[in-house]
């Protein structure tokens, strides 16, 4: 069992950074890591992806915008957002997934607003 804790939403204007954290209580090295968004009334969607190896993906609406790293040794994975907008605006979920294991944090609200 992995238990993930996100921090490091809020409140940001258009055009601003963010940076999401997502701490694993065990070691997440062998997991694939996402992040996942969910607005009021949608589905909940991956926003950005990434592998054991490293090998990272985004959806077009988020690429060249987010990034997704992680440290394995701090059991950490990581969101950068950029010249976030108003639909960024969800909850944002850290997910880990090896196989048949899948387990989700309890998620942070991003809200982007003027």
């Known amino acids: 069992q992995v238990q993930l804790v996100e921090s490091g939403g809020g409140l940001v204007q258009p055009g601003g950074s963010l940076r999401l954290s997502c701490a694993a209580s065990?070691?997440?090295?062998?997991?694939?890591m996402g992040w996942y968004r969910q607005a009021p009334g949608k589905q909940r969607e991956l926003v950005a992806g990434?592998?054991?190896?490293?090998?990272?993906n985004y959806p077009d609406s988020v690429k060249g915008r987010f990034t997704i790293s992680r440290d394995n040794g701090k059991k950490t994975v990581f969101l950068q957002m950029n010249s976030l907008k108003a639909e960024d605006t969800a909850i944002y979920y850290c997910?880990?997934?090896?196989?048949?294991?899948?387990?989700w944090g309890q998620g942070t609200q991003v809200t982007v607003s003027s």
């Open positions: 065990g070691s997440i090295s062998l997991y694939t």
């Open positions: 997910n880990a997934n090896l196989g048949t294991r899948r387990y």
């Open positions: 990434i592998t054991r190896g490293g090998t990272t």
